[in-house]
């Protein structure tokens, strides 16, 4: 059972940045996707970022140019650098990975963005 862990989350000032990480218990090489999703209070979970196992990314619209995914084999890591963050960007942050047979959630990192 592959297990995935998120961290970074934090409290940051508006315009300011985080760096959340996901690490994958096994291999990143037996996922084919790999992304997060937040779910901010009162609204529904939605897909923040996803990237493949070849590198393409795809952004929802209101983080691009402003949030960045990457992977590392190596580490067996996703991040997500999230930059210019706003009070709307608040949220439980989920890293997920998408296998030929399933899909693993993370538990979640609050990511709170106030002055």
């Known amino acids: 059972q592959l297990q995935l862990v998120e961290s970074g989350g934090g409290l940051v000032q508006p315009g300011g940045s985080l760096r959340l990480s996901c690490v994958v218990s096994?291999?990143?090489?037996?996922?084919?996707?790999m992304g997060w999703y937040r779910r901010a209070e009162g609204k529904e979970r939605e897909l923040v970022a996803g990237?493949?196992?070849?590198?393409?990314?795809n952004y929802t619209d209101s983080v691009k140019g402003r949030f960045t995914i990457s992977r590392d084999h190596a580490k067996n890591t996703i991040y997500l650098q999230m930059n210019n963050l706003k009070p709307e960007d608040a949220a439980v942050y989920y890293c997920?990975?998408?296998?030929?047979?399933?899909?693993?959630w993370g538990q979640g990192t609050q990511v709170t963005v106030s002055s």
């Open positions: 096994g291999s990143l090489v037996s996922m084919d996707v």
């Open positions: 990237i493949t196992s070849d590198g393409r990314t």
């Open positions: 997920i990975g998408t296998g030929p047979t399933a899909a693993y």
